[in-house]
């Protein structure tokens, strides 16, 4: 059974930082893309950020590049979000996502629960 819990999120204010985290059992992570993705109320589940099998190979929505940053451990299952600078507009349920693939960009099949992250402005 594949398990993606996800940690850290909470309130902030706006220009703060926040660091997501995920950790993966179930699947071999190694070989798997991991991804955060985010919803906003109203609005569609958006890819964040997403990195390879390897960890070589990181992708950005440009709403986040510059500020987010993703990283894995391949020894640990974990996956992070560092999340610098925060705006209002980060406001949302973010996602943890592995995918049977390497590529950063997915296709993901697997999705956590999600865990809150409000910027107040």
């Known amino acids: 059974q594949v398990q993606l819990v996800e940690s850290g999120g909470g309130l902030v204010q706006a220009g703060d930082s926040l660091r997501l985290s995920c950790a993966a059992a179930g699947i071999t992570f190694s070989r798997n893309a991991m991804g955060w993705f985010r919803q906003a109320p109203g609005k569609e589940r958006v890819l964040v950020a997403g990195i390879s099998a390897g960890g070589g190979t990181t992708r950005y929505a440009d709403a986040v590049k510059g500020r987010f940053t993703i990283s894995r451990d391949n020894a640990k299952n974990t996956v992070h979000l560092q999340m610098n600078s925060l705006k209002y507009e980060d406001t949302a349920v973010y996602y943890c996502?592995?995918?049977?693939?390497?590529?950063?960009?997915?296709?993901?099949?697997?999705w956590g629960q999600g865990t809150q992250v409000t910027v107040s402005s």
């Open positions: 996502a592995a995918g049977r693939t390497n590529l950063s960009y997915g296709p993901y099949d697997y």
